[in-house]
């Protein structure tokens, strides 16, 4: 089965600096990748996510690469604020998946991201 | 309000004691999960339901045991649970990206607040 390996666990970065979070997989399958992030006692929540087709995908401050030869994504925070604060979870999975959710979804064990003011 | 809601919030039991988890989505999906977050580990899939029928079961002791009725609602059955049970259980929904005949999703995961479970 697929494996997610997701480093750093805990990351430190000062108010606006970048902030990069990276993740290997091991199953040359998986071709759908999203970053869930989940604030303190809140729900975790998609806030962005790549498909094999393409090498980087950006939404404003957050961005994410993957290079499928090297079987490795990262996600990208600039200019990181308060609201940054959080823990991000990365994912693989095949695409489309046909296990019957849309679930084949394996997840990292996440990354603690704390802005320093 | 992402449309997922769980009851309760809050759990706390005995090891011998029997309760439930119950999750309700309002999003018009076909497929549910359960859930397991622990501190420091992966979030842990422990079962799906697509179209109310259970497709994944991920060598989950059977002191969990599911249950979903309709595709609206699903519940978690607890019973004799272990001090290492203790956790949040987190609900979420889907549409499937892979099943014919049905409207494709994107893959996103709603989750919903979760149940944070504690075995004494």
């Known amino acids: 089965g697929e494996n997610v390996e997701q480093h750093p666990s805990t990351l430190s970065v000062q108010e606006g600096d970048s902030a990069v979070i990276k993740c290997t997989y091991s199953?040359?399958?998986?071709?759908?990748f999203p970053w869930y992030k989940q604030e303190l006692g809140k729900r975790p929540q998609l806030i962005i996510d790549i498909r094999s087709n393409v090498g980087e995908k950006k939404d404003q401050r957050i961005a994410v690469t993957l290079n499928k030869t090297a079987k490795h994504f990262s996600l990208h925070i600039t200019e990181t604020q308060p609201e940054d604060s959080a823990v991000y979870f990365c994912?693989?999975?095949?695409?489309?998946?046909?296990?019957?959710?849309?679930?084949?979804?394996?997840f990292g064990k996440g990354t603690h991201l704390i802005i320093q003011p | 309000e992402t449309g997922v809601t769980q009851t309760p919030r809050h759990l706390v039991m005995g090891m011998t004691n029997k309760k439930s988890l119950k999750c309700e989505q309002h999003?018009?999906?076909?497929?549910m999960y359960w859930y397991k977050q622990s501190a420091k580990k992966p979030l842990e899939l422990m079962f799906v339901y697509s179209l109310e029928e259970r497709v994944e079961n991920n060598s989950v002791p059977s002191r969990f045991s599911p249950e979903c009725p309709n595709s609206s609602h699903l519940f978690l059955h607890l019973h004799t649970l272990q001090p290492e049970d203790s956790a949040l259980y987190l609900c979420?929904?889907?549409?499937?990206?892979?099943?014919?005949?049905?409207?494709?999703?994107?893959?996103?995961?709603?989750f919903g607040e979760g149940s944070r479970l504690t075995v004494l």
């Open positions: 999003l018009g999906h076909n497929a």
């Open positions: 199953d040359s399958a998986s071709n759908y």
């Open positions: 994912a693989a999975s095949p695409w489309p998946y046909s296990g019957g959710g849309a679930d084949g979804l394996t």
């Open positions: 979420a929904s889907s549409q499937p990206t892979g099943l014919a005949g049905i409207r494709s999703g994107t893959g996103e995961l709603f």
